[in-house]
């Protein structure tokens, strides 16, 4: 059972037992999946700053940080991302705390591999199917906002999730200047932070034109704009 789509999706497994973490990993490359593994909520953050990720598989039972207290702390800062909660405990409690907290799907430990790809497909068809394809173009560069994809002509740019964040915050504010604070708020970062200017640093070097200057201006005393000449394309 194969996702039929041409886009590799890459996957976020995230469990703390060894055996479990690489058999999902195995079985998933098997089905064509892009797949990082994180065996603490911690790992998994690390990833989350430099990776993009088109769903999470995340345990609840965990050391230190539990899948419910991850789940509510990511939901703050992204809403997008499917997660399919794993569980050893069928506890019908728990359950509805999980689909509260903003989990998209659970799954009873031990599972059939096979049930953990459809549900899989089942979370990621929505996004294939039924999102509007929503285009920000600047020059020769295209950000799709629903796959956080940046391609300059047909060749696709690495971004980190913070950097994705940005430019889909300031693509859907093209030609307006916005503060340091309002990005910091929607990194949920601390406001007055210096780590916006490093994230805004690297991604204008990412996005350079040709004569090396770049779309992403610095508007002295009022922030950043993403510059362009053309609008959101549906």
Known sequence: MRLDYKKK?????IDDDDKIRKLISKFLHKNNFLVSAA???????VLLDFYIYDLIILDI????TDGIEF?????KKDVRI????LSALDN????IRTYKKGCDDYLIKPFEPLELILRINKLLSPRV???INQKIVFGDFEFDSNLQELRNKDKLIKLTYKESMILDFLGKNLNKAIGRNDIAKFLKIKENSR???????RLRKKIENIDGSSFLKTIRGKGYMLKSDYEIKN
């Not at 019908?92 to 359950?95: N, P, T």
């Open 9 to 13: 999706y890459h996957i976020l497994c």
């Open 39 to 45: 065996a603490s909520a911690f790992e998994a953050k």
């Open 61 to 64: 039972m965990m050391p230190h």
């Open 71 to 75: 789940l509510e702390s990511f939901r």
């Open 82 to 85: 499917p997660i399919l909660m």
């Open 92 to 95: 019908i409690e728990k359950k």
């Open 129 to 131: 199917n039924f999102k």
């Open 195 to 201: 780590s916006v200017d490093v994230f805004i640093t």
